[in-house]
């Protein structure tokens, strides 16, 4: 049996990189009331890709492993309702 690769970083596009560079610019002014530059939020929004990202990735993925398991629970059962009563 083959090995998998590991997955490689997370990588935003560049229209997701410039959306989440707008709100890390719109949450300083609003709650700070402060200006931020582009270097700033570029490193930011590095910060979070390298170290919240692969959080948040593995939390989803644990989600869905939730997800998956309490619909095979459901499967199973379901089976079993199928079943018609023997005379």
Known sequence: MKKREPLCQIKLSELQKKKLNDEIKAFYLD????EIGMI???QLLELFEQHLAPI???????????WFSQMM????????MLYKNEI
């Open 73 to 80: 629970e459901n499967l199973d059962s379901d089976y079993y």
């Open 31 to 34: 709650q700070r009331g402060e």
């Open 56 to 66: 948040i990735y593995n939390k989803a993925l644990d989600d869905a492993k939730k």
């Open 40 to 42: 700033e939020q570029m």
